[in-house]
């Protein structure tokens, strides 16, 4: 869902608990480098790198990923995102986080 020009909130979809939950990641981009606040659930690598190709991005173009707190809906996706794209994406967290 559009929320203006450069935000995008993503839509990631879980099964928990015998129903389907809809996550919102947050992609912050412009014509430099794009931005994903939290990341989902570990294990929707594949949603999320669908969801950016619809927006006619991809997976490396990331270049930092901001978490808001340690919920493992928030921080989940963190690993395999740096694992298939780049290693040396920055993440940004709070110090207290951890």
Same mark, same amino acid.
Not at 68 to 87: C, F, M, P, V
């Given at each position: 869902?559009?929320?203006?020009?450069?935000?995008?909130?993503?839509?990631?979809?879980?099964?928990?608990?015998?129903?389907? %939950? =809809?996550?919102?990641?947050?992609?912050?981009?412009?014509?430099?480098?794009?931005? $994903? =606040?939290?990341?989902?659930?570990?294990?929707?690598?594949?949603?999320?790198?669908?969801? $950016?190709?619809?927006?006619?991005?991809?997976?490396?173009?990331?270049?930092?990923?901001?978490?808001?707190?340690?919920?493992?809906?928030? %921080?989940?996706?963190?690993?395999?995102?740096?694992?298939?794209?780049?290693?040396?994406? %920055?993440?940004?967290?709070?110090?207290?986080?951890?």
């Amino acid at each position: 869902m559009r929320i203006s020009e450069g935000v995008e909130m993503l839509q990631l979809t879980v099964r928990a608990f015998d129903q389907d %939950i =809809i996550l919102n990641p947050t992609l912050v981009w412009n014509n430099d480098e794009a931005i $994903l =606040i939290d990341t989902g659930m570990p294990g929707q690598i594949d949603q999320l790198k669908k969801v $950016l190709n619809e927006l006619n991005m991809s997976i490396e173009d990331l270049k930092a990923i901001f978490l808001t707190h340690q919920d493992l809906d928030h %921080i989940g996706g963190a690993a395999d995102i740096r694992k298939k794209s780049n290693e040396n994406i %920055i993440v940004y967290a709070h110090e207290g986080d951890g």
